[in-house]
């Protein structure tokens, strides 16, 4: 078996090959590293980095050409989770304008609706201006099969009231339970903002770190920019 010694002060030279595949790469890592840090030195305040040199606010800022502004929100409003707009709406019961959120006043014989950001006269009445007044027409003709708290719709038809269920032959009662309200038909029933429905309760939501209730309704929740969901947690992407 051969040997092989490398006399005395000879450098062993490199695979010429190996020093072509590395050099590349070495300048490819270190183009991204310093788009990296440049892109950090030119995130602002209230910022994060999405993709490449993409950057959005985090929740409570809006963002403008190069900066992030804290959102100003009014009482009785709440943040959404949309990036355009004015990024907030207002409580249920109450009406947004420019800059705040106003009470809705309900007449009698009213009600609000669904989002509860307006209101519908109940049966019988009609909208005028600000009050409900009555309707003044005459009842239909009930069928003769038509049960307790149901009304003529048209001939041989019938619809239960508000606050009752129609089945096949009977309006059944609908039991609103805590934190919930009618809806706009009367015929169902939801759960207010940061309660999640079941069967027949509506059950506190339970938020985690960096998560925030989702603006359509309110009966469910995202996570915070940067975050992703995985199970009940919100983890860092």
Known sequence: ??????????VP????????????????ISS????SAAASSDLPEHAYTTYGNSWQCERGFKKTEDEC??????????????SWGDNWKCERGFKKTED????????EHAFLTTYGDSWSCERGFKKTEDKCQSAGVSEKEAPSDMPEHAFADYKD???????????????????VPEHAFL???????????????????????????????????????????????EGDLCSAK
């Not at 078996?1 to 000879?10: D, H, N, T, W």
């Not at 490199?14 to 070495?26: A, G, K, S, W, Y």
């Not at 991204?32 to 788009?35: G, Y």
């Not at 705040?100 to 007449?107: A, D, F, R």
């Open 69 to 82: 502004l804290s959102i100003k929100l009014p009482e009785h409003a709440f943040l959404t989770d949309s």
């Open 100 to 107: 705040e959120c106003l009470s809705i006043k309900v007449p």
């Open 32 to 35: 991204i590293l310093s788009c």
């Open 157 to 175: 038809h019938w619809k239960c009231e508000r606050g009752f269920k129609k089945t096949e032959d009977e309006c059944l009662s609908i039991k």
């Open 1 to 10: 078996m051969k040997v092989a010694f490398a006399r005395l002060g000879q």
């Open 183 to 229: 809806t706009t038909y009367g015929d169902s029933w939801k759960c207010e903002r940061g309660f999640k429905k079941t069967e027949d309760e509506c059950l506190s939501i339970k938020l985690p770190e960096h998560a925030f209730l989702s603006s359509y309704g309110g009966n469910s929740w995202k996570c915070e920019g940067g975050f992703k969901r």
């Open 13 to 28: 030279q490199p695979n010429v090959r190996t020093v072509t595949l590395v050099v590349p790469v070495i300048v490819f």
